[in-house]
Protein backbone atom coordinates (compact mmCIF):
# COMPACT_ATOMS: atom_id res chain seq x y z
CA UNK A 1 0.00 0.00 0.00
CA UNK A 2 1.19 3.29 -0.63
CA UNK A 3 2.33 5.49 2.70
CA UNK A 4 -0.23 8.13 4.38
CA UNK A 5 1.04 11.05 5.58
CA UNK A 6 0.73 9.66 9.42
CA UNK A 7 3.28 6.68 7.91
CA UNK A 8 5.25 9.50 6.47
CA UNK A 9 5.61 11.58 10.02
CA UNK A 10 6.63 8.85 11.68
CA UNK A 11 9.08 7.21 9.74
CA UNK A 12 10.52 11.23 9.50
CA UNK A 13 10.53 11.68 13.18
CA UNK A 14 12.09 7.79 13.18
CA UNK A 15 14.99 9.38 10.48
CA UNK A 16 15.17 12.49 13.13
CA UNK A 17 16.18 10.27 15.99
CA UNK A 18 18.97 8.79 13.74
CA UNK A 19 20.20 11.90 12.63
CA UNK A 20 20.47 13.40 16.22
CA UNK A 21 22.62 10.32 17.51
CA UNK A 22 24.97 10.82 14.08
CA UNK A 23 25.37 14.51 15.18
CA UNK A 24 28.69 15.79 14.03
CA UNK A 25 30.53 12.15 12.91
CA UNK A 26 29.90 12.75 10.02
CA UNK A 27 30.23 16.14 6.94
CA UNK A 28 26.92 17.96 6.65
CA UNK A 29 27.10 16.40 2.75
CA UNK A 30 27.62 12.57 4.21
CA UNK A 31 24.85 13.14 6.47
CA UNK A 32 22.58 13.99 3.79
CA UNK A 33 23.14 11.39 1.45
CA UNK A 34 22.86 8.65 4.22
CA UNK A 35 20.28 9.81 5.54
CA UNK A 36 18.00 10.08 2.00
CA UNK A 37 19.42 6.46 1.42
CA UNK A 38 18.02 4.89 4.22
CA UNK A 39 15.03 6.96 4.35
CA UNK A 40 14.03 5.19 0.94
CA UNK A 41 15.04 2.22 1.66
CA UNK A 42 12.52 2.42 4.58
CA UNK A 43 9.58 3.50 3.46
CA UNK A 44 9.91 0.80 0.17
CA UNK A 45 10.07 -1.70 3.04
CA UNK A 46 7.01 -0.33 4.90
CA UNK A 47 5.30 -0.24 1.88
CA UNK A 48 4.96 -4.53 2.14
CA UNK A 49 4.25 -4.24 6.15
CA UNK A 50 1.93 -1.30 7.07
CA UNK A 51 -1.71 -1.07 6.98
CA UNK A 52 -3.96 2.44 7.40
CA UNK A 53 -5.52 0.25 10.34
CA UNK A 54 -2.12 0.50 12.50
CA UNK A 55 -2.22 2.27 15.61
CA UNK A 56 0.85 4.72 16.34
CA UNK A 57 2.43 2.59 18.51
CA UNK A 58 2.55 -0.56 16.11
CA UNK A 59 3.94 1.90 13.58
CA UNK A 60 6.99 3.03 15.34
CA UNK A 61 7.51 -1.03 16.99
CA UNK A 62 7.82 -1.93 13.21
CA UNK A 63 10.24 1.08 12.67
CA UNK A 64 12.19 0.15 15.70
CA UNK A 65 12.20 -3.68 14.51
CA UNK A 66 14.70 -2.01 11.26
CA UNK A 67 17.02 -1.66 14.42
CA UNK A 68 16.74 1.00 17.18
CA UNK A 69 18.33 5.28 16.39
CA UNK A 70 21.39 4.55 17.81
CA UNK A 71 22.63 1.16 16.09
CA UNK A 72 21.35 2.83 12.52
CA UNK A 73 23.27 5.97 13.31
CA UNK A 74 26.45 3.45 14.08
CA UNK A 75 25.95 2.05 11.36
CA UNK A 76 26.03 5.11 8.95
CA UNK A 77 28.74 6.69 10.87
CA UNK A 78 30.82 3.43 10.58
CA UNK A 79 30.10 2.77 6.74
CA UNK A 80 29.62 6.30 5.63
CA UNK A 81 32.77 7.47 8.14
CA UNK A 82 35.23 4.90 6.70
CA UNK A 83 34.04 5.37 2.55
CA UNK A 84 34.46 8.63 3.15
CA UNK A 85 38.34 9.10 1.53
CA UNK A 86 37.99 6.83 -1.26
CA UNK A 87 33.82 8.08 -1.82
CA UNK A 88 36.15 11.41 -2.48
CA UNK A 89 38.53 10.29 -4.60
CA UNK A 90 36.88 7.46 -6.77
CA UNK A 91 33.31 9.53 -7.07
CA UNK A 92 32.54 11.63 -10.16
CA UNK A 93 31.76 15.73 -9.83
CA UNK A 94 27.78 14.67 -11.00
CA UNK A 95 27.84 11.42 -8.06
CA UNK A 96 28.96 13.35 -5.82
CA UNK A 97 25.93 16.11 -5.69
CA UNK A 98 23.53 16.61 -3.00
CA UNK A 99 20.87 13.73 -3.61
CA UNK A 100 18.21 16.34 -4.23
CA UNK A 101 19.69 17.48 -7.50
CA UNK A 102 19.86 14.81 -8.60
CA UNK A 103 18.02 13.17 -11.76
CA UNK A 104 15.92 10.27 -11.47
CA UNK A 105 18.16 7.98 -13.78
CA UNK A 106 21.03 8.97 -11.36
CA UNK A 107 19.10 8.37 -7.93
CA UNK A 108 19.69 5.36 -6.33
CA UNK A 109 17.53 2.25 -6.26
CA UNK A 110 14.94 1.94 -3.76
CA UNK A 111 15.69 -1.63 -2.77
CA UNK A 112 19.57 -1.30 -3.20
CA UNK A 113 22.51 -1.36 -0.57
CA UNK A 114 23.53 2.18 0.77
CA UNK A 115 26.48 0.27 2.10
CA UNK A 116 29.84 -0.12 0.22
CA UNK A 117 31.02 -3.86 -0.38
CA UNK A 118 32.48 -5.72 2.49
CA UNK A 119 30.97 -3.62 5.19
CA UNK A 120 29.50 -5.24 7.69
CA UNK A 121 25.87 -4.71 8.44
CA UNK A 122 24.15 -6.12 11.82
CA UNK A 123 21.86 -9.13 10.48
CA UNK A 124 18.24 -8.50 10.40
CA UNK A 125 15.84 -9.72 13.19
CA UNK A 126 12.86 -10.36 10.83
CA UNK A 127 13.33 -13.78 11.25
CA UNK A 128 13.62 -14.24 14.61
CA UNK A 129 11.68 -16.76 17.03
CA UNK A 130 12.79 -14.93 20.30
CA UNK A 131 16.34 -12.92 20.17
CA UNK A 132 17.51 -14.07 16.86
CA UNK A 133 20.80 -15.33 18.70
CA UNK A 134 20.11 -18.54 16.87
CA UNK A 135 20.05 -17.00 13.43
CA UNK A 136 22.72 -15.43 13.75
CA UNK A 137 25.13 -18.07 14.97
CA UNK A 138 23.97 -20.70 12.70
CA UNK A 139 24.38 -18.09 9.32
CA UNK A 140 27.78 -17.63 10.42
CA UNK A 141 28.72 -20.25 10.62
CA UNK A 142 26.76 -21.92 7.67
CA UNK A 143 24.83 -24.40 10.08
CA UNK A 144 21.40 -25.48 10.14
CA UNK A 145 19.32 -22.94 12.18
CA UNK A 146 16.35 -25.30 12.97
CA UNK A 147 19.30 -27.77 14.37
CA UNK A 148 20.97 -25.21 16.29
CA UNK A 149 17.60 -23.89 18.03
CA UNK A 150 16.90 -27.72 18.80
CA UNK A 151 20.16 -27.69 20.62
CA UNK A 152 19.24 -24.37 22.18
CA UNK A 153 16.10 -26.12 23.66
CA UNK A 154 17.44 -29.53 24.74
CA UNK A 155 20.15 -27.29 26.70
CA UNK A 156 17.42 -25.47 28.39
CA UNK A 157 16.04 -28.54 29.18
CA UNK A 158 18.69 -29.88 30.43
CA UNK A 159 20.14 -27.02 32.67
CA UNK A 160 16.96 -24.89 33.00
CA UNK A 161 17.84 -20.98 33.77
CA UNK A 162 21.70 -21.10 33.07
CA UNK A 163 21.26 -22.05 29.14
CA UNK A 164 18.78 -19.14 29.30
CA UNK A 165 21.00 -16.89 31.06
CA UNK A 166 23.86 -17.68 28.78
CA UNK A 167 21.23 -17.20 25.82
CA UNK A 168 20.40 -13.78 27.41
CA UNK A 169 24.05 -12.77 27.80
CA UNK A 170 25.03 -13.41 24.39
CA UNK A 171 22.57 -11.28 22.96
CA UNK A 172 23.23 -8.66 24.94
CA UNK A 173 27.05 -9.25 23.63
CA UNK A 174 25.89 -9.20 19.75
CA UNK A 175 23.84 -6.49 20.04
CA UNK A 176 26.56 -4.15 21.50
CA UNK A 177 28.84 -5.15 18.35
CA UNK A 178 26.42 -3.81 16.50
CA UNK A 179 26.51 -7.70 15.13
CA UNK A 180 22.23 -8.13 15.75
CA UNK A 181 19.66 -6.07 15.70
CA UNK A 182 16.43 -5.93 18.13
CA UNK A 183 13.39 -8.07 17.10
CA UNK A 184 11.56 -5.50 19.11
CA UNK A 185 12.08 -2.04 21.25
CA UNK A 186 14.42 -2.60 24.04
CA UNK A 187 13.19 -1.19 27.34
CA UNK A 188 16.23 -1.10 29.74
CA UNK A 189 14.44 -0.15 32.60
CA UNK A 190 12.49 -3.23 32.19
CA UNK A 191 15.60 -5.22 32.62
CA UNK A 192 15.86 -4.01 36.15
CA UNK A 193 11.80 -3.68 37.05
CA UNK A 194 10.61 -7.51 35.93
CA UNK A 195 12.47 -9.41 38.20
CA UNK A 196 12.83 -6.68 41.15
CA UNK A 197 8.96 -7.01 41.16
CA UNK A 198 8.88 -11.02 40.77
CA UNK A 199 11.04 -11.43 43.63
CA UNK A 200 9.30 -8.41 45.74
CA UNK A 201 5.91 -9.99 45.55
CA UNK A 202 7.46 -14.12 46.40
CA UNK A 203 9.53 -12.38 49.56
CA UNK A 204 6.20 -11.25 50.70
CA UNK A 205 4.49 -14.67 49.75
CA UNK A 206 7.40 -16.28 51.50
CA UNK A 207 7.29 -14.18 54.73
CA UNK A 208 3.75 -14.22 54.94
CA UNK A 209 3.90 -17.83 55.10
CA UNK A 210 6.76 -17.76 57.78
CA UNK A 211 5.50 -14.96 59.69
CA UNK A 212 1.61 -16.38 59.76
CA UNK A 213 2.89 -19.91 61.00
CA UNK A 214 4.67 -18.04 63.61
CA UNK A 215 0.97 -16.26 64.73
CA UNK A 216 -0.68 -19.44 64.60
CA UNK A 217 1.78 -20.41 67.33
CA UNK A 218 1.76 -17.40 69.56
CA UNK A 219 -2.45 -17.66 69.13
CA UNK A 220 -2.10 -21.20 70.25
CA UNK A 221 -0.05 -20.85 73.02
CA UNK A 222 -1.96 -17.93 74.31
CA UNK A 223 -5.50 -19.05 74.29
CA UNK A 224 -5.02 -22.87 74.68
CA UNK A 225 -2.02 -21.95 77.13
CA UNK A 226 0.05 -24.48 75.65
CA UNK A 227 2.36 -25.34 72.77
CA UNK A 228 1.30 -26.51 69.13
CA UNK A 229 2.11 -30.56 69.64
CA UNK A 230 3.76 -32.21 66.56
CA UNK A 231 1.88 -31.62 63.22
CA UNK A 232 4.51 -34.05 61.34
CA UNK A 233 3.17 -34.19 57.72
CA UNK A 234 0.65 -31.02 58.37
CA UNK A 235 3.79 -28.91 59.13
CA UNK A 236 5.35 -29.40 55.98
CA UNK A 237 5.12 -25.60 54.82
CA UNK A 238 7.38 -24.99 58.07
CA UNK A 239 9.88 -27.55 56.91
CA UNK A 240 9.88 -27.03 53.30
CA UNK A 241 9.84 -22.77 53.34
CA UNK A 242 13.11 -21.59 52.09
CA UNK A 243 13.79 -24.61 49.62
CA UNK A 244 10.02 -23.60 47.81
CA UNK A 245 11.30 -19.85 48.28
CA UNK A 246 14.53 -20.45 46.98
CA UNK A 247 13.31 -22.79 44.04
CA UNK A 248 10.81 -20.28 42.97
CA UNK A 249 13.54 -17.72 43.11
CA UNK A 250 15.59 -19.83 40.54
CA UNK A 251 12.78 -20.91 38.03
CA UNK A 252 10.74 -17.44 37.57
CA UNK A 253 13.72 -15.07 37.90
CA UNK A 254 15.66 -15.59 35.24
CA UNK A 255 12.02 -16.00 33.43
CA UNK A 256 11.10 -12.44 34.80
CA UNK A 257 14.68 -11.18 32.90
CA UNK A 258 13.86 -12.81 29.66
CA UNK A 259 10.35 -11.37 29.71
CA UNK A 260 11.44 -7.89 29.66
CA UNK A 261 14.37 -8.40 26.73
CA UNK A 262 13.08 -7.65 23.37
CA UNK A 263 11.39 -11.36 21.88
CA UNK A 264 10.22 -11.54 18.79
CA UNK A 265 6.40 -12.60 18.02
CA UNK A 266 5.29 -10.91 21.40
CA UNK A 267 7.25 -13.97 23.09
CA UNK A 268 7.84 -11.16 26.11
CA UNK A 269 3.68 -11.01 26.95
CA UNK A 270 3.33 -14.95 27.28
CA UNK A 271 6.53 -14.82 29.15
CA UNK A 272 5.18 -12.52 31.54
CA UNK A 273 2.20 -13.97 31.61
CA UNK A 274 3.71 -17.11 32.67
CA UNK A 275 5.86 -15.71 35.22
CA UNK A 276 3.20 -14.53 36.78
CA UNK A 277 0.72 -17.45 36.76
CA UNK A 278 4.27 -19.40 38.27
CA UNK A 279 4.44 -16.48 41.31
CA UNK A 280 0.11 -16.89 41.76
CA UNK A 281 0.88 -20.81 42.10
CA UNK A 282 3.52 -19.92 44.81
CA UNK A 283 1.42 -17.61 46.87
CA UNK A 284 -1.27 -20.97 46.36
CA UNK A 285 1.39 -23.40 47.55
CA UNK A 286 1.80 -21.18 50.23
CA UNK A 287 -1.54 -20.64 51.29
CA UNK A 288 -2.01 -24.49 51.25
CA UNK A 289 0.98 -24.77 53.62
CA UNK A 290 -1.11 -22.27 56.59
CA UNK A 291 -3.94 -23.89 55.69
CA UNK A 292 -2.08 -27.55 56.83
CA UNK A 293 -1.23 -26.34 59.76
CA UNK A 294 -4.03 -25.29 60.75
CA UNK A 295 -5.72 -28.66 59.52
CA UNK A 296 -2.85 -30.35 61.41
CA UNK A 297 -4.01 -28.67 64.77
CA UNK A 298 -7.66 -29.09 64.76
CA UNK A 299 -7.37 -32.58 63.66
CA UNK A 300 -5.05 -32.83 66.79
CA UNK A 301 -7.17 -31.09 69.42
CA UNK A 302 -10.10 -33.37 68.01
CA UNK A 303 -8.34 -36.53 68.71
CA UNK A 304 -7.48 -35.09 72.39
CA UNK A 305 -11.33 -33.90 72.44
CA UNK A 306 -12.78 -37.45 72.19
CA UNK A 307 -10.02 -40.02 73.28
Known amino acids: MELTEKHILHVSRYISEIEEKIGDQLS ?32 MQLLYKMGQPETQAAILVRVWGDASASDTASTSPED ?30 DNAVWLGVAGYIAEKNKWPTWALRFLFVLMGLISGPVALMLYMLVFVVLRARGSIQSPARFHPTRIVLNPLFTGAVMTLFYLGGIYGIQ ?33 ALLFLLPLALFSAMPLANRWDYSLKRFTQSGVVLYAISVSFGLASFITGIIINFVNEFAG
Open 96 to 125: RQEPGSRTGAEKPATGSSATPAGASLPQSA
Open 28 to 59: ANQRERALARLHARIEEKLKTSLTSEMEDAEI
Open 215 to 247: GIRMAHEKYLERPVPPLNEWAWLEIEAGRMFFG
